[in-house]
């Protein structure tokens, strides 16, 4: 919602069996950034998906 | 017969009286009788300021969606279709998760920290995040 540039999407892991295939899901949730650049598995705190984004597309 | 149980109604109603700008749900997928669309319809009866619109696979493009990422739930509100959405149904937690994000939207309500706004304010990339959930 806050910026243009962030598409966030929650996915049915159980609907999407190639999506979650893919990006080896075997628990939940999970979540995949930039199409498995990056994962965190569980709930993380939001400054650990904040630090996990920077790793991936810099600050 | 109804997907929402009369007790489960009560609840999103209530939720759904603080809603403040018009919000718009819509549900991307092949069309034909679905849950999805019956439980879409379900919700949209419990508030005035909600609407339900269904679109077709022809449209997923439109939205920035892919064939495969079908069906997909949108919500429109003031500022234009919200980049955060569903892909598949909304079961278990994530049923909870849409109805606070129904809300939210509708209040133009951030809960992020004043530290990720200013991180994310500062994005030249494009971020795309899927949180995989099941129902259970």
Do not use: C
């Amino acid at each position: 919602m806050y910026s243009p540039h962030v598409v966030a999407e929650m996915v049915d892991a159980n609907e999407f069996w190639d999506l979650t295939r893919k990006h080896n899901v075997h628990g939940v949730p999970k979540t995949v950034i930039n199409e498995g650049r990056h994962y965190l598995e569980g709930a993380v705190p939001e400054d650990h998906l904040v630090k996990a984004i920077q790793a991936v597309v810099g600050s | 017969m109804a997907i929402l149980p009369t007790n489960v109604k009560q609840q999103v109603q209530e939720m759904f009286s603080e809603i403040d700008q018009p919000i718009k749900m819509i549900l991307v997928d092949e069309g034909g009788n679905s849950e999805l669309d019956q439980l879409m319809t379900e919700l949209d009866a419990l508030s005035d300021k909600l609407s339900y619109q269904r679109a077709g696979v022809a449209e997923a493009s439109r939205y920035g969606l892919d064939e495969e990422s079908l069906p997909s739930i949108l919500l429109e509100g003031p500022e234009g279709v919200s980049r955060a959405r569903f892909t598949g149904a909304p079961a278990g937690h994530e049923f909870g998760v849409l109805i606070q994000d129904i809300v939210d939207l509708s209040q133009g309500q951030i809960t992020l920290s004043d530290a990720t706004k200013r991180y994310l304010e500062s994005l030249t990339e494009d971020v795309h995040l899927q949180v995989f959930t099941t129902p259970t």
